[in-house]
């Protein structure tokens, strides 16, 4: 499956019908119309942005700067025609672009296996299991409430109480890691003026006239505005705690570094999901 921006616009002509359908947003296509379908005839490939019915304002991908004019040139490509169950336009997710977002429903079967419930899982504080005197603690404790335990003869309930020691242990010396947050400056203020940016971009979908027009592009600016002042706010004193923690602990200034590197996206296992891009 490929999902590209190609700027292709697809008529209605039947020259590529085999890899086409007809239910595209224009009657005449573009020089990029014909690149698009070599490709997916050499490919044995489909145009599957143009094989659901929907309506006009559900096809268009991209948006004119004055709002005035709307084209269909994001398409998706896919040689397993049958796994693509819906592809359309979703335009009220504001991404802060001229392209709007597309949505495709795909089923696909896959090899189910075991997952062990994440929500359960318990991430502990590595610092503390470094710290010799956490450690020390650590073991006393291990120590201290195994004496209380009475000794059984079974193994299996000898082995759970080991190992609700253990455990209990940890929580109580070593203790669990805070829940990362991705965007610390994150906030209600850029909340609520995200917030208002949207609701005045679906007003201007509605109904476009310059008003409205010029109305979204004053709140979209000062939305933006704030977030970035936000943002710049809070790298600043990141860099002062940084700089403080190089000064003290050179170890925790590494890991501090390491909080300004992108995190690499987990892969996924879906069944059956929905994708926009």
């Known amino acids: 499956m490929i999902l590209e921006d190609l700027n292709a616009k697809i008529g209605k002509e039947k020259a590529y019908e085999n890899v086409t359908g007809k239910h595209t947003l224009h009657d005449v296509s573009n020089q990029n119309r014909e690149m698009i379908c070599n490709f997916a005839v050499e490919n ?15 096809k268009g991908t991209w948006i004119s700067p004055e709002l005035t004019t709307v084209n269909q040139i994001d398409h998706i490509n896919t040689n397993k025609k049958k796994t693509v169950q819906d592809v359309r336009t979703l335009r009220g997710l504001n991404c802060d672009s001229d392209h709007f977002v597309i949505k495709t429903i795909i089923k696909q ?28 603690q650590y073991r006393q404790k291990i120590h201290e409430k195994l004496l209380q335990k009475m000794e059984q003869a079974d193994v299996n309930h000898e082995r759970e109480n080991i190992k609700s020691v253990v455990l ?23 909340r609520a003026a995200v917030s208002r940016k949207n609701i005045t971009r679906k007003k201007c979908l509605q109904k476009r006239t310059r008003a409205n027009q010029e109305q979204y592009m004053q709140v979209r600016k000062e939305a933006n505005k704030i977030c970035k ?39 996924y296992l879906i069944v059956k999901m929905k994708m926009v891009y």
């Open 44 to 58: 044995n490939m489909t145009v599957m942005s143009t094989q659901f019915q929907h309506k006009t304002i559900h």
């Open 168 to 190: 209990e242990s940890a929580e109580e010396t070593i203790k669990t890691r805070e829940k990362y947050i991705c965007n610390e400056w994150w906030d209600e203020e850029c």
């Open 109 to 136: 079967r896959l090899i189910t296996m075991p997952r062990r419930n994440i929500e359960n899982s318990q991430k502990w504080n590595l610092d503390n299991i470094r710290n010799p005197l956490k450690l020390r």
């Open 229 to 267: 002042e936000k943002k710049k706010q809070w790298l600043n004193n990141r860099i002062k705690q940084v700089e403080e923690a190089h000064k003290q602990n050179e170890t925790k200034f590494f890991k501090d570094i390491q909080t300004f590197q992108n995190d690499r996206s987990p892969p």
